[in-house]
């Protein structure tokens, strides 16, 4: 069974340029979920989605962060304008439908490293 | 509010030998879980293991076991027979059963395995 696929793996661009994010879940995962790890840090959940309604963004920078999962599957994270703190590692990850009390593991793709120069 | 805390920032262990690394968390949901998750060099978080906060064993998977102390609020994980490939960051996150089903991730703890 194929993994969680992103793309692309490493992303360089000038501060104020916008950039793209995309992610291909695991097959007949329902939850998508989107997060940004800070060099040294865990990651920090920006969005969540269930099939293709956001049900939590109360993370995401709405300013200058959107996100979107069309049919409910794959799923695009932008960032317009980029600034120099957006330097970071953006994982997605999904989970399948639940099955009973927290046992939907997240599992996650190889992310993608960006950074704003 | 969740919180997970990882005191160790790095940890040695020589080949073949069992590490403990060190886990607490704090949270007001009365049902949750625990994970574990490996990070090698090359960024991608790897699911270990999990511990259900009603679970009445600790968790084992192959070579990773779970120490779950639920009084002192505790999850450490512990791997035997320590491989080179073990060499990594460890992350240890916690999801309460209500409201937001984000992980809450520590600081991580890097391993680095010596031959």
């Known amino acids: 069974e194929a993994g969680v696929v992103q793309s692309p793996r490493y992303k360089i661009i000038e501060k104020k340029q916008p950039v793209a994010f995309w992610c291909n879940p695991i097959?007949?995962?329902?939850?998508l979920y989107w997060y940004r790890q800070n060099l040294g840090q865990g990651p920090e959940l920006l969005i969540r989605y269930e099939n293709e309604e956001a049900v939590d963004d109360s993370q995401l920078p709405k300013d200058r962060f959107s996100a979107e999962r069309l049919k409910g599957v794959d799923s695009t994270l932008k960032i317009q304008p980029a600034e120099l703190g957006d330097s970071a590692v953006y994982l997605c990850?999904?989970?399948?439908?639940?099955?009973?009390?927290?046992?939907?593991?997240?599992?996650f793709g190889p992310g993608t490293r960006l950074t704003v120069l | 509010a969740q919180k997970i805390t990882q005191t160790q920032p790095g940890m040695f262990v020589q080949e073949k030998e069992a590490v403990t690394l060190d886990c607490t968390y704090d949270t007001s949901d009365p049902s949750y879980g625990l994970f574990w998750y490996k990070q090698p060099s090359s960024g991608e978080m790897i699911f270990l293991i999990y511990?259900?906060?009603?679970?009445?064993q600790n968790a084992t998977e192959g070579r990773y076991s779970l120490n779950f102390q639920k009084a002192r609020k505790s999850a450490n994980l512990v791997i035997s027979a320590s491989q080179l490939g073990d060499s990594a960051m460890y992350f240890c996150?916690?999801?309460?059963?209500?409201?937001?089903?984000?992980?809450?991730f520590g600081s991580g703890t890097r391993l680095q395995v010596q031959p």
């Open positions: 990850a999904s989970s399948p439908r639940r099955t009973g009390l927290n046992t939907d593991t997240q599992y």
């Open positions: 097959s007949g995962h329902n939850t």
């Open positions: 511990q259900g906060s009603y679970d009445q």
């Open positions: 996150a916690l999801r309460g059963d209500t409201g937001r089903r984000a992980l809450t």
